[in-house]
């Protein structure tokens, strides 16, 4: 067995540990450009740069920049998840990535689910 022979069962081990590795290298690095040009602007950038990737690949996969077989009610979904999620919810996290930084941003996150449960039964 050699150096890079993994298990098949430590697998989705590895791959949780690198997952979190980036999220937390990924985090770092989104603070520091949020200090350096705005959080607001480093948001913009990120969506620019996803939506050119996301739309690449859709050409890529299916051979039309837009979901033609989507119907209103989908794109209409697509597009309220998309302002609520990207829009408001990812400048809210980066905002706070500059203001209180990556630890504290994190352990917000972290009591996401529980906050949600709470606001869920009042």
């Avoid at 200090?35 to 913009?44: C, E, L």
Wanted: contains cysteine; glycine residues 10%; positive net charge.
């Amino acid at each position: 067995m050699g150096f890079f022979m993994i298990e098949a069962r430590y697998t989705g081990y590895i791959a949780a540990g690198f997952t979190s590795l980036f999220w937390s290298v990924n985090s770092l690095l989104y603070a520091s450009a949020g200090r350096r040009i705005g959080s607001f602007t480093v948001n913009q950038l990120r969506l620019a740069m996803a939506s050119a990737m996301l739309a690449a690949a859709h050409v890529a996969y299916f051979g039309a920049l837009w979901p033609v077989n989507a119907t209103s009610g989908q794109i209409g979904y697509f597009a309220l998840s998309g302002l609520v999620g990207l829009a408001i919810g990812d400048s809210a996290y980066f905002a706070s990535l500059v203001l209180t930084g990556p630890k504290c941003a994190a352990v917000a996150l972290l009591f996401a689910p529980d906050l949600y449960r709470v606001l869920q039964r009042a």
